[in-house]
Structures are given as C-alpha cells and as structure tokens.
Nanobody
Framework: QVQLVESGGGLVQAGGSLRLSCAASGRTFSRYTMGWFRQAPGKEREFVGSISGSSGNTYYADSVKARFTISRDNAKNTVFLQMNSLKPEDTAVYYC??????????????????WGQGTQVTVSS
C-alpha cells in the first residue's frame, strides 16, 4: 500500500513559478513510476508528466514540455513538479500518482495503482 500526499499548490500570476511536492509512504517508493495529472473544472483528468523509479527517465505531455520538470528524491520518498512560465490554462487540481509501469505507460489511459488527494493550482491572468 502506498499513500501519497501532495503539497505546494496555491495562487500565482501568469508567468510565475510553483513547485509541487508529493510525499509517499512505504518502503518500495523507488519501484514505482511516479506521475502528475491535473483536472480543470468541467474537464477530464489529464496526464502531465512522469518519472521512472530509479533511472529518472521522464516523459511529458506536449502542453507542459519545456515548462514543467519532474524530479524525485528516493531517499526522501518524494517527487516534485517544478512549474515555470505558468499560464491561466494550467489552473487545475494537480494529482500525484504511483504505478508499476513505464513513464510512457503512465501517459496512456490506464488504471493507476495509487492517487493522492490533489492540490489546487490557480494561475491568474
């Protein structure tokens, strides 16, 4: 069992930056690919990016590529989402996820093993 707790959300102006964190419980954190998803009001949840368990390989949605960066610290059971050059359309609830798949595999519709509770990110224009 893995429990995920996100933090770091908030209100930021367009063009600004925000860093989300996701703390995971359990002793097998490095075995999981970790991902970030987001859901805007009235829209379906969408994939943002993912990072492999040990090699650190990353995979991003086209909409955030070159603006968002995912990293992880396996010693601290934490994954991060650094968001730069934020746009109003990035406004959403951001969710952390864990799954035993590849980073690319997390980017296609599938049943994800574990989800966090989400953290709100609001980008004002």
């Amino acid at each position: 069992q893995v429990q995920l707790v996100e933090s770091g959300g908030g209100l930021v102006q367009a063009g600004g930056s925000l860093r989300l964190s996701c703390a995971a419980s359990g002793r097998t954190f490095s075995r999981y690919t970790m991902g970030w998803f987001r859901q805007a009001p009235g829209k379906e949840r969408e994939f943002v990016g993912s990072i492999s368990g040990s090699s650190g390989n990353t995979y991003y949605a086209d909409s955030v590529k070159a603006r968002f960066t995912i990293s992880r610290d396996n010693a601290k059971n934490t994954v991060f989402l650094q968001m730069n050059s934020l746009k109003p359309e990035d406004t959403a609830v951001y969710y952390c996820a864990a799954d035993r798949t590849t980073p690319q595999g997390m980017g296609v519709p599938r049943l994800i093993d574990y989800w966090g509770q989400g953290t709100q990110v609001t980008v004002s224009s």
